[in-house]
């Protein structure tokens, strides 16, 4: 006797909530760190399935918290932006109930490692009058960088990087 997960593995359409990871970018070291983080805490646990992509991999989940939860995990080790949808798959008009699939599409910030970056001046100064060439230092939660030429060191917000998203002169 299989448990209710794994019978609903095996079923077309099992899933209720798809989680979409990907980053646009050559190289996937952050996503390629991700990976081992997703690994390492587990996060993946709950999951259906799991597909790679060519721009990253899909998660499905069998409800939509346990996407939810691994959304929140996400969010919590790389810089992301996502875009939630929905779509209904059936509705009983007599009981007045709708069965939806949820989609979230989760975008990794396409900053690795050890790029090199020249930050526009309004940005630069937004940060602490940080130099304009600087060096990704860390991507976590935020985004790590440091002035090769003074050592001064600032943080990025996800939500600040997304209003104006930056792009490696050079990368390693």
């Known amino acids: 006797q299989q448990c209710t997960d794994c019978q ?4 077309t359409g099992a899933w209720k909530s798809l989680v979409q990871v990907r980053q646009r970018v050559d190289h996937k070291r952050t996503f390629l760190y ?3 983080l997703i690994l390492k805490h587990s996060a993946h646990r709950g999951c259906i399935s799991i597909q790679a992509k060519r721009d990253g991999m899909d998660f499905y989940f069998p409800d939509k918290g346990k996407a939810a939860t691994f959304l929140s995990f996400l969010e919590g080790v790389v810089p992301i932006k996502t875009k939630h949808s929905k779509k209904l798959i059936g509705m009983d ?3 007045n109930i709708s069965n939806y699939k949820y989609t979230d599409l989760v975008e990794i910030c396409p900053l690795c490692r050890e790029d090199l970056l020249y930050l526009p001046r309004k940005v630069a100064t937004k940060m602490g009058n940080i130099g304009r060439v600087v060096l990704v230092k860390s991507i976590s939660n935020l985004i790590h960088f440091v002035d090769p030429l003074t050592g001064q060191t600032a943080n990025m917000s996800p939500e600040a990087f997304w209003r104006e998203p930056l792009r490696p002169v050079v990368t390693a």
């Open 8 to 11: 609903a593995e095996f079923r």
């Open 34 to 36: 991700l990976e081992q």
């Open 93 to 95: 008009d007599k009981s």
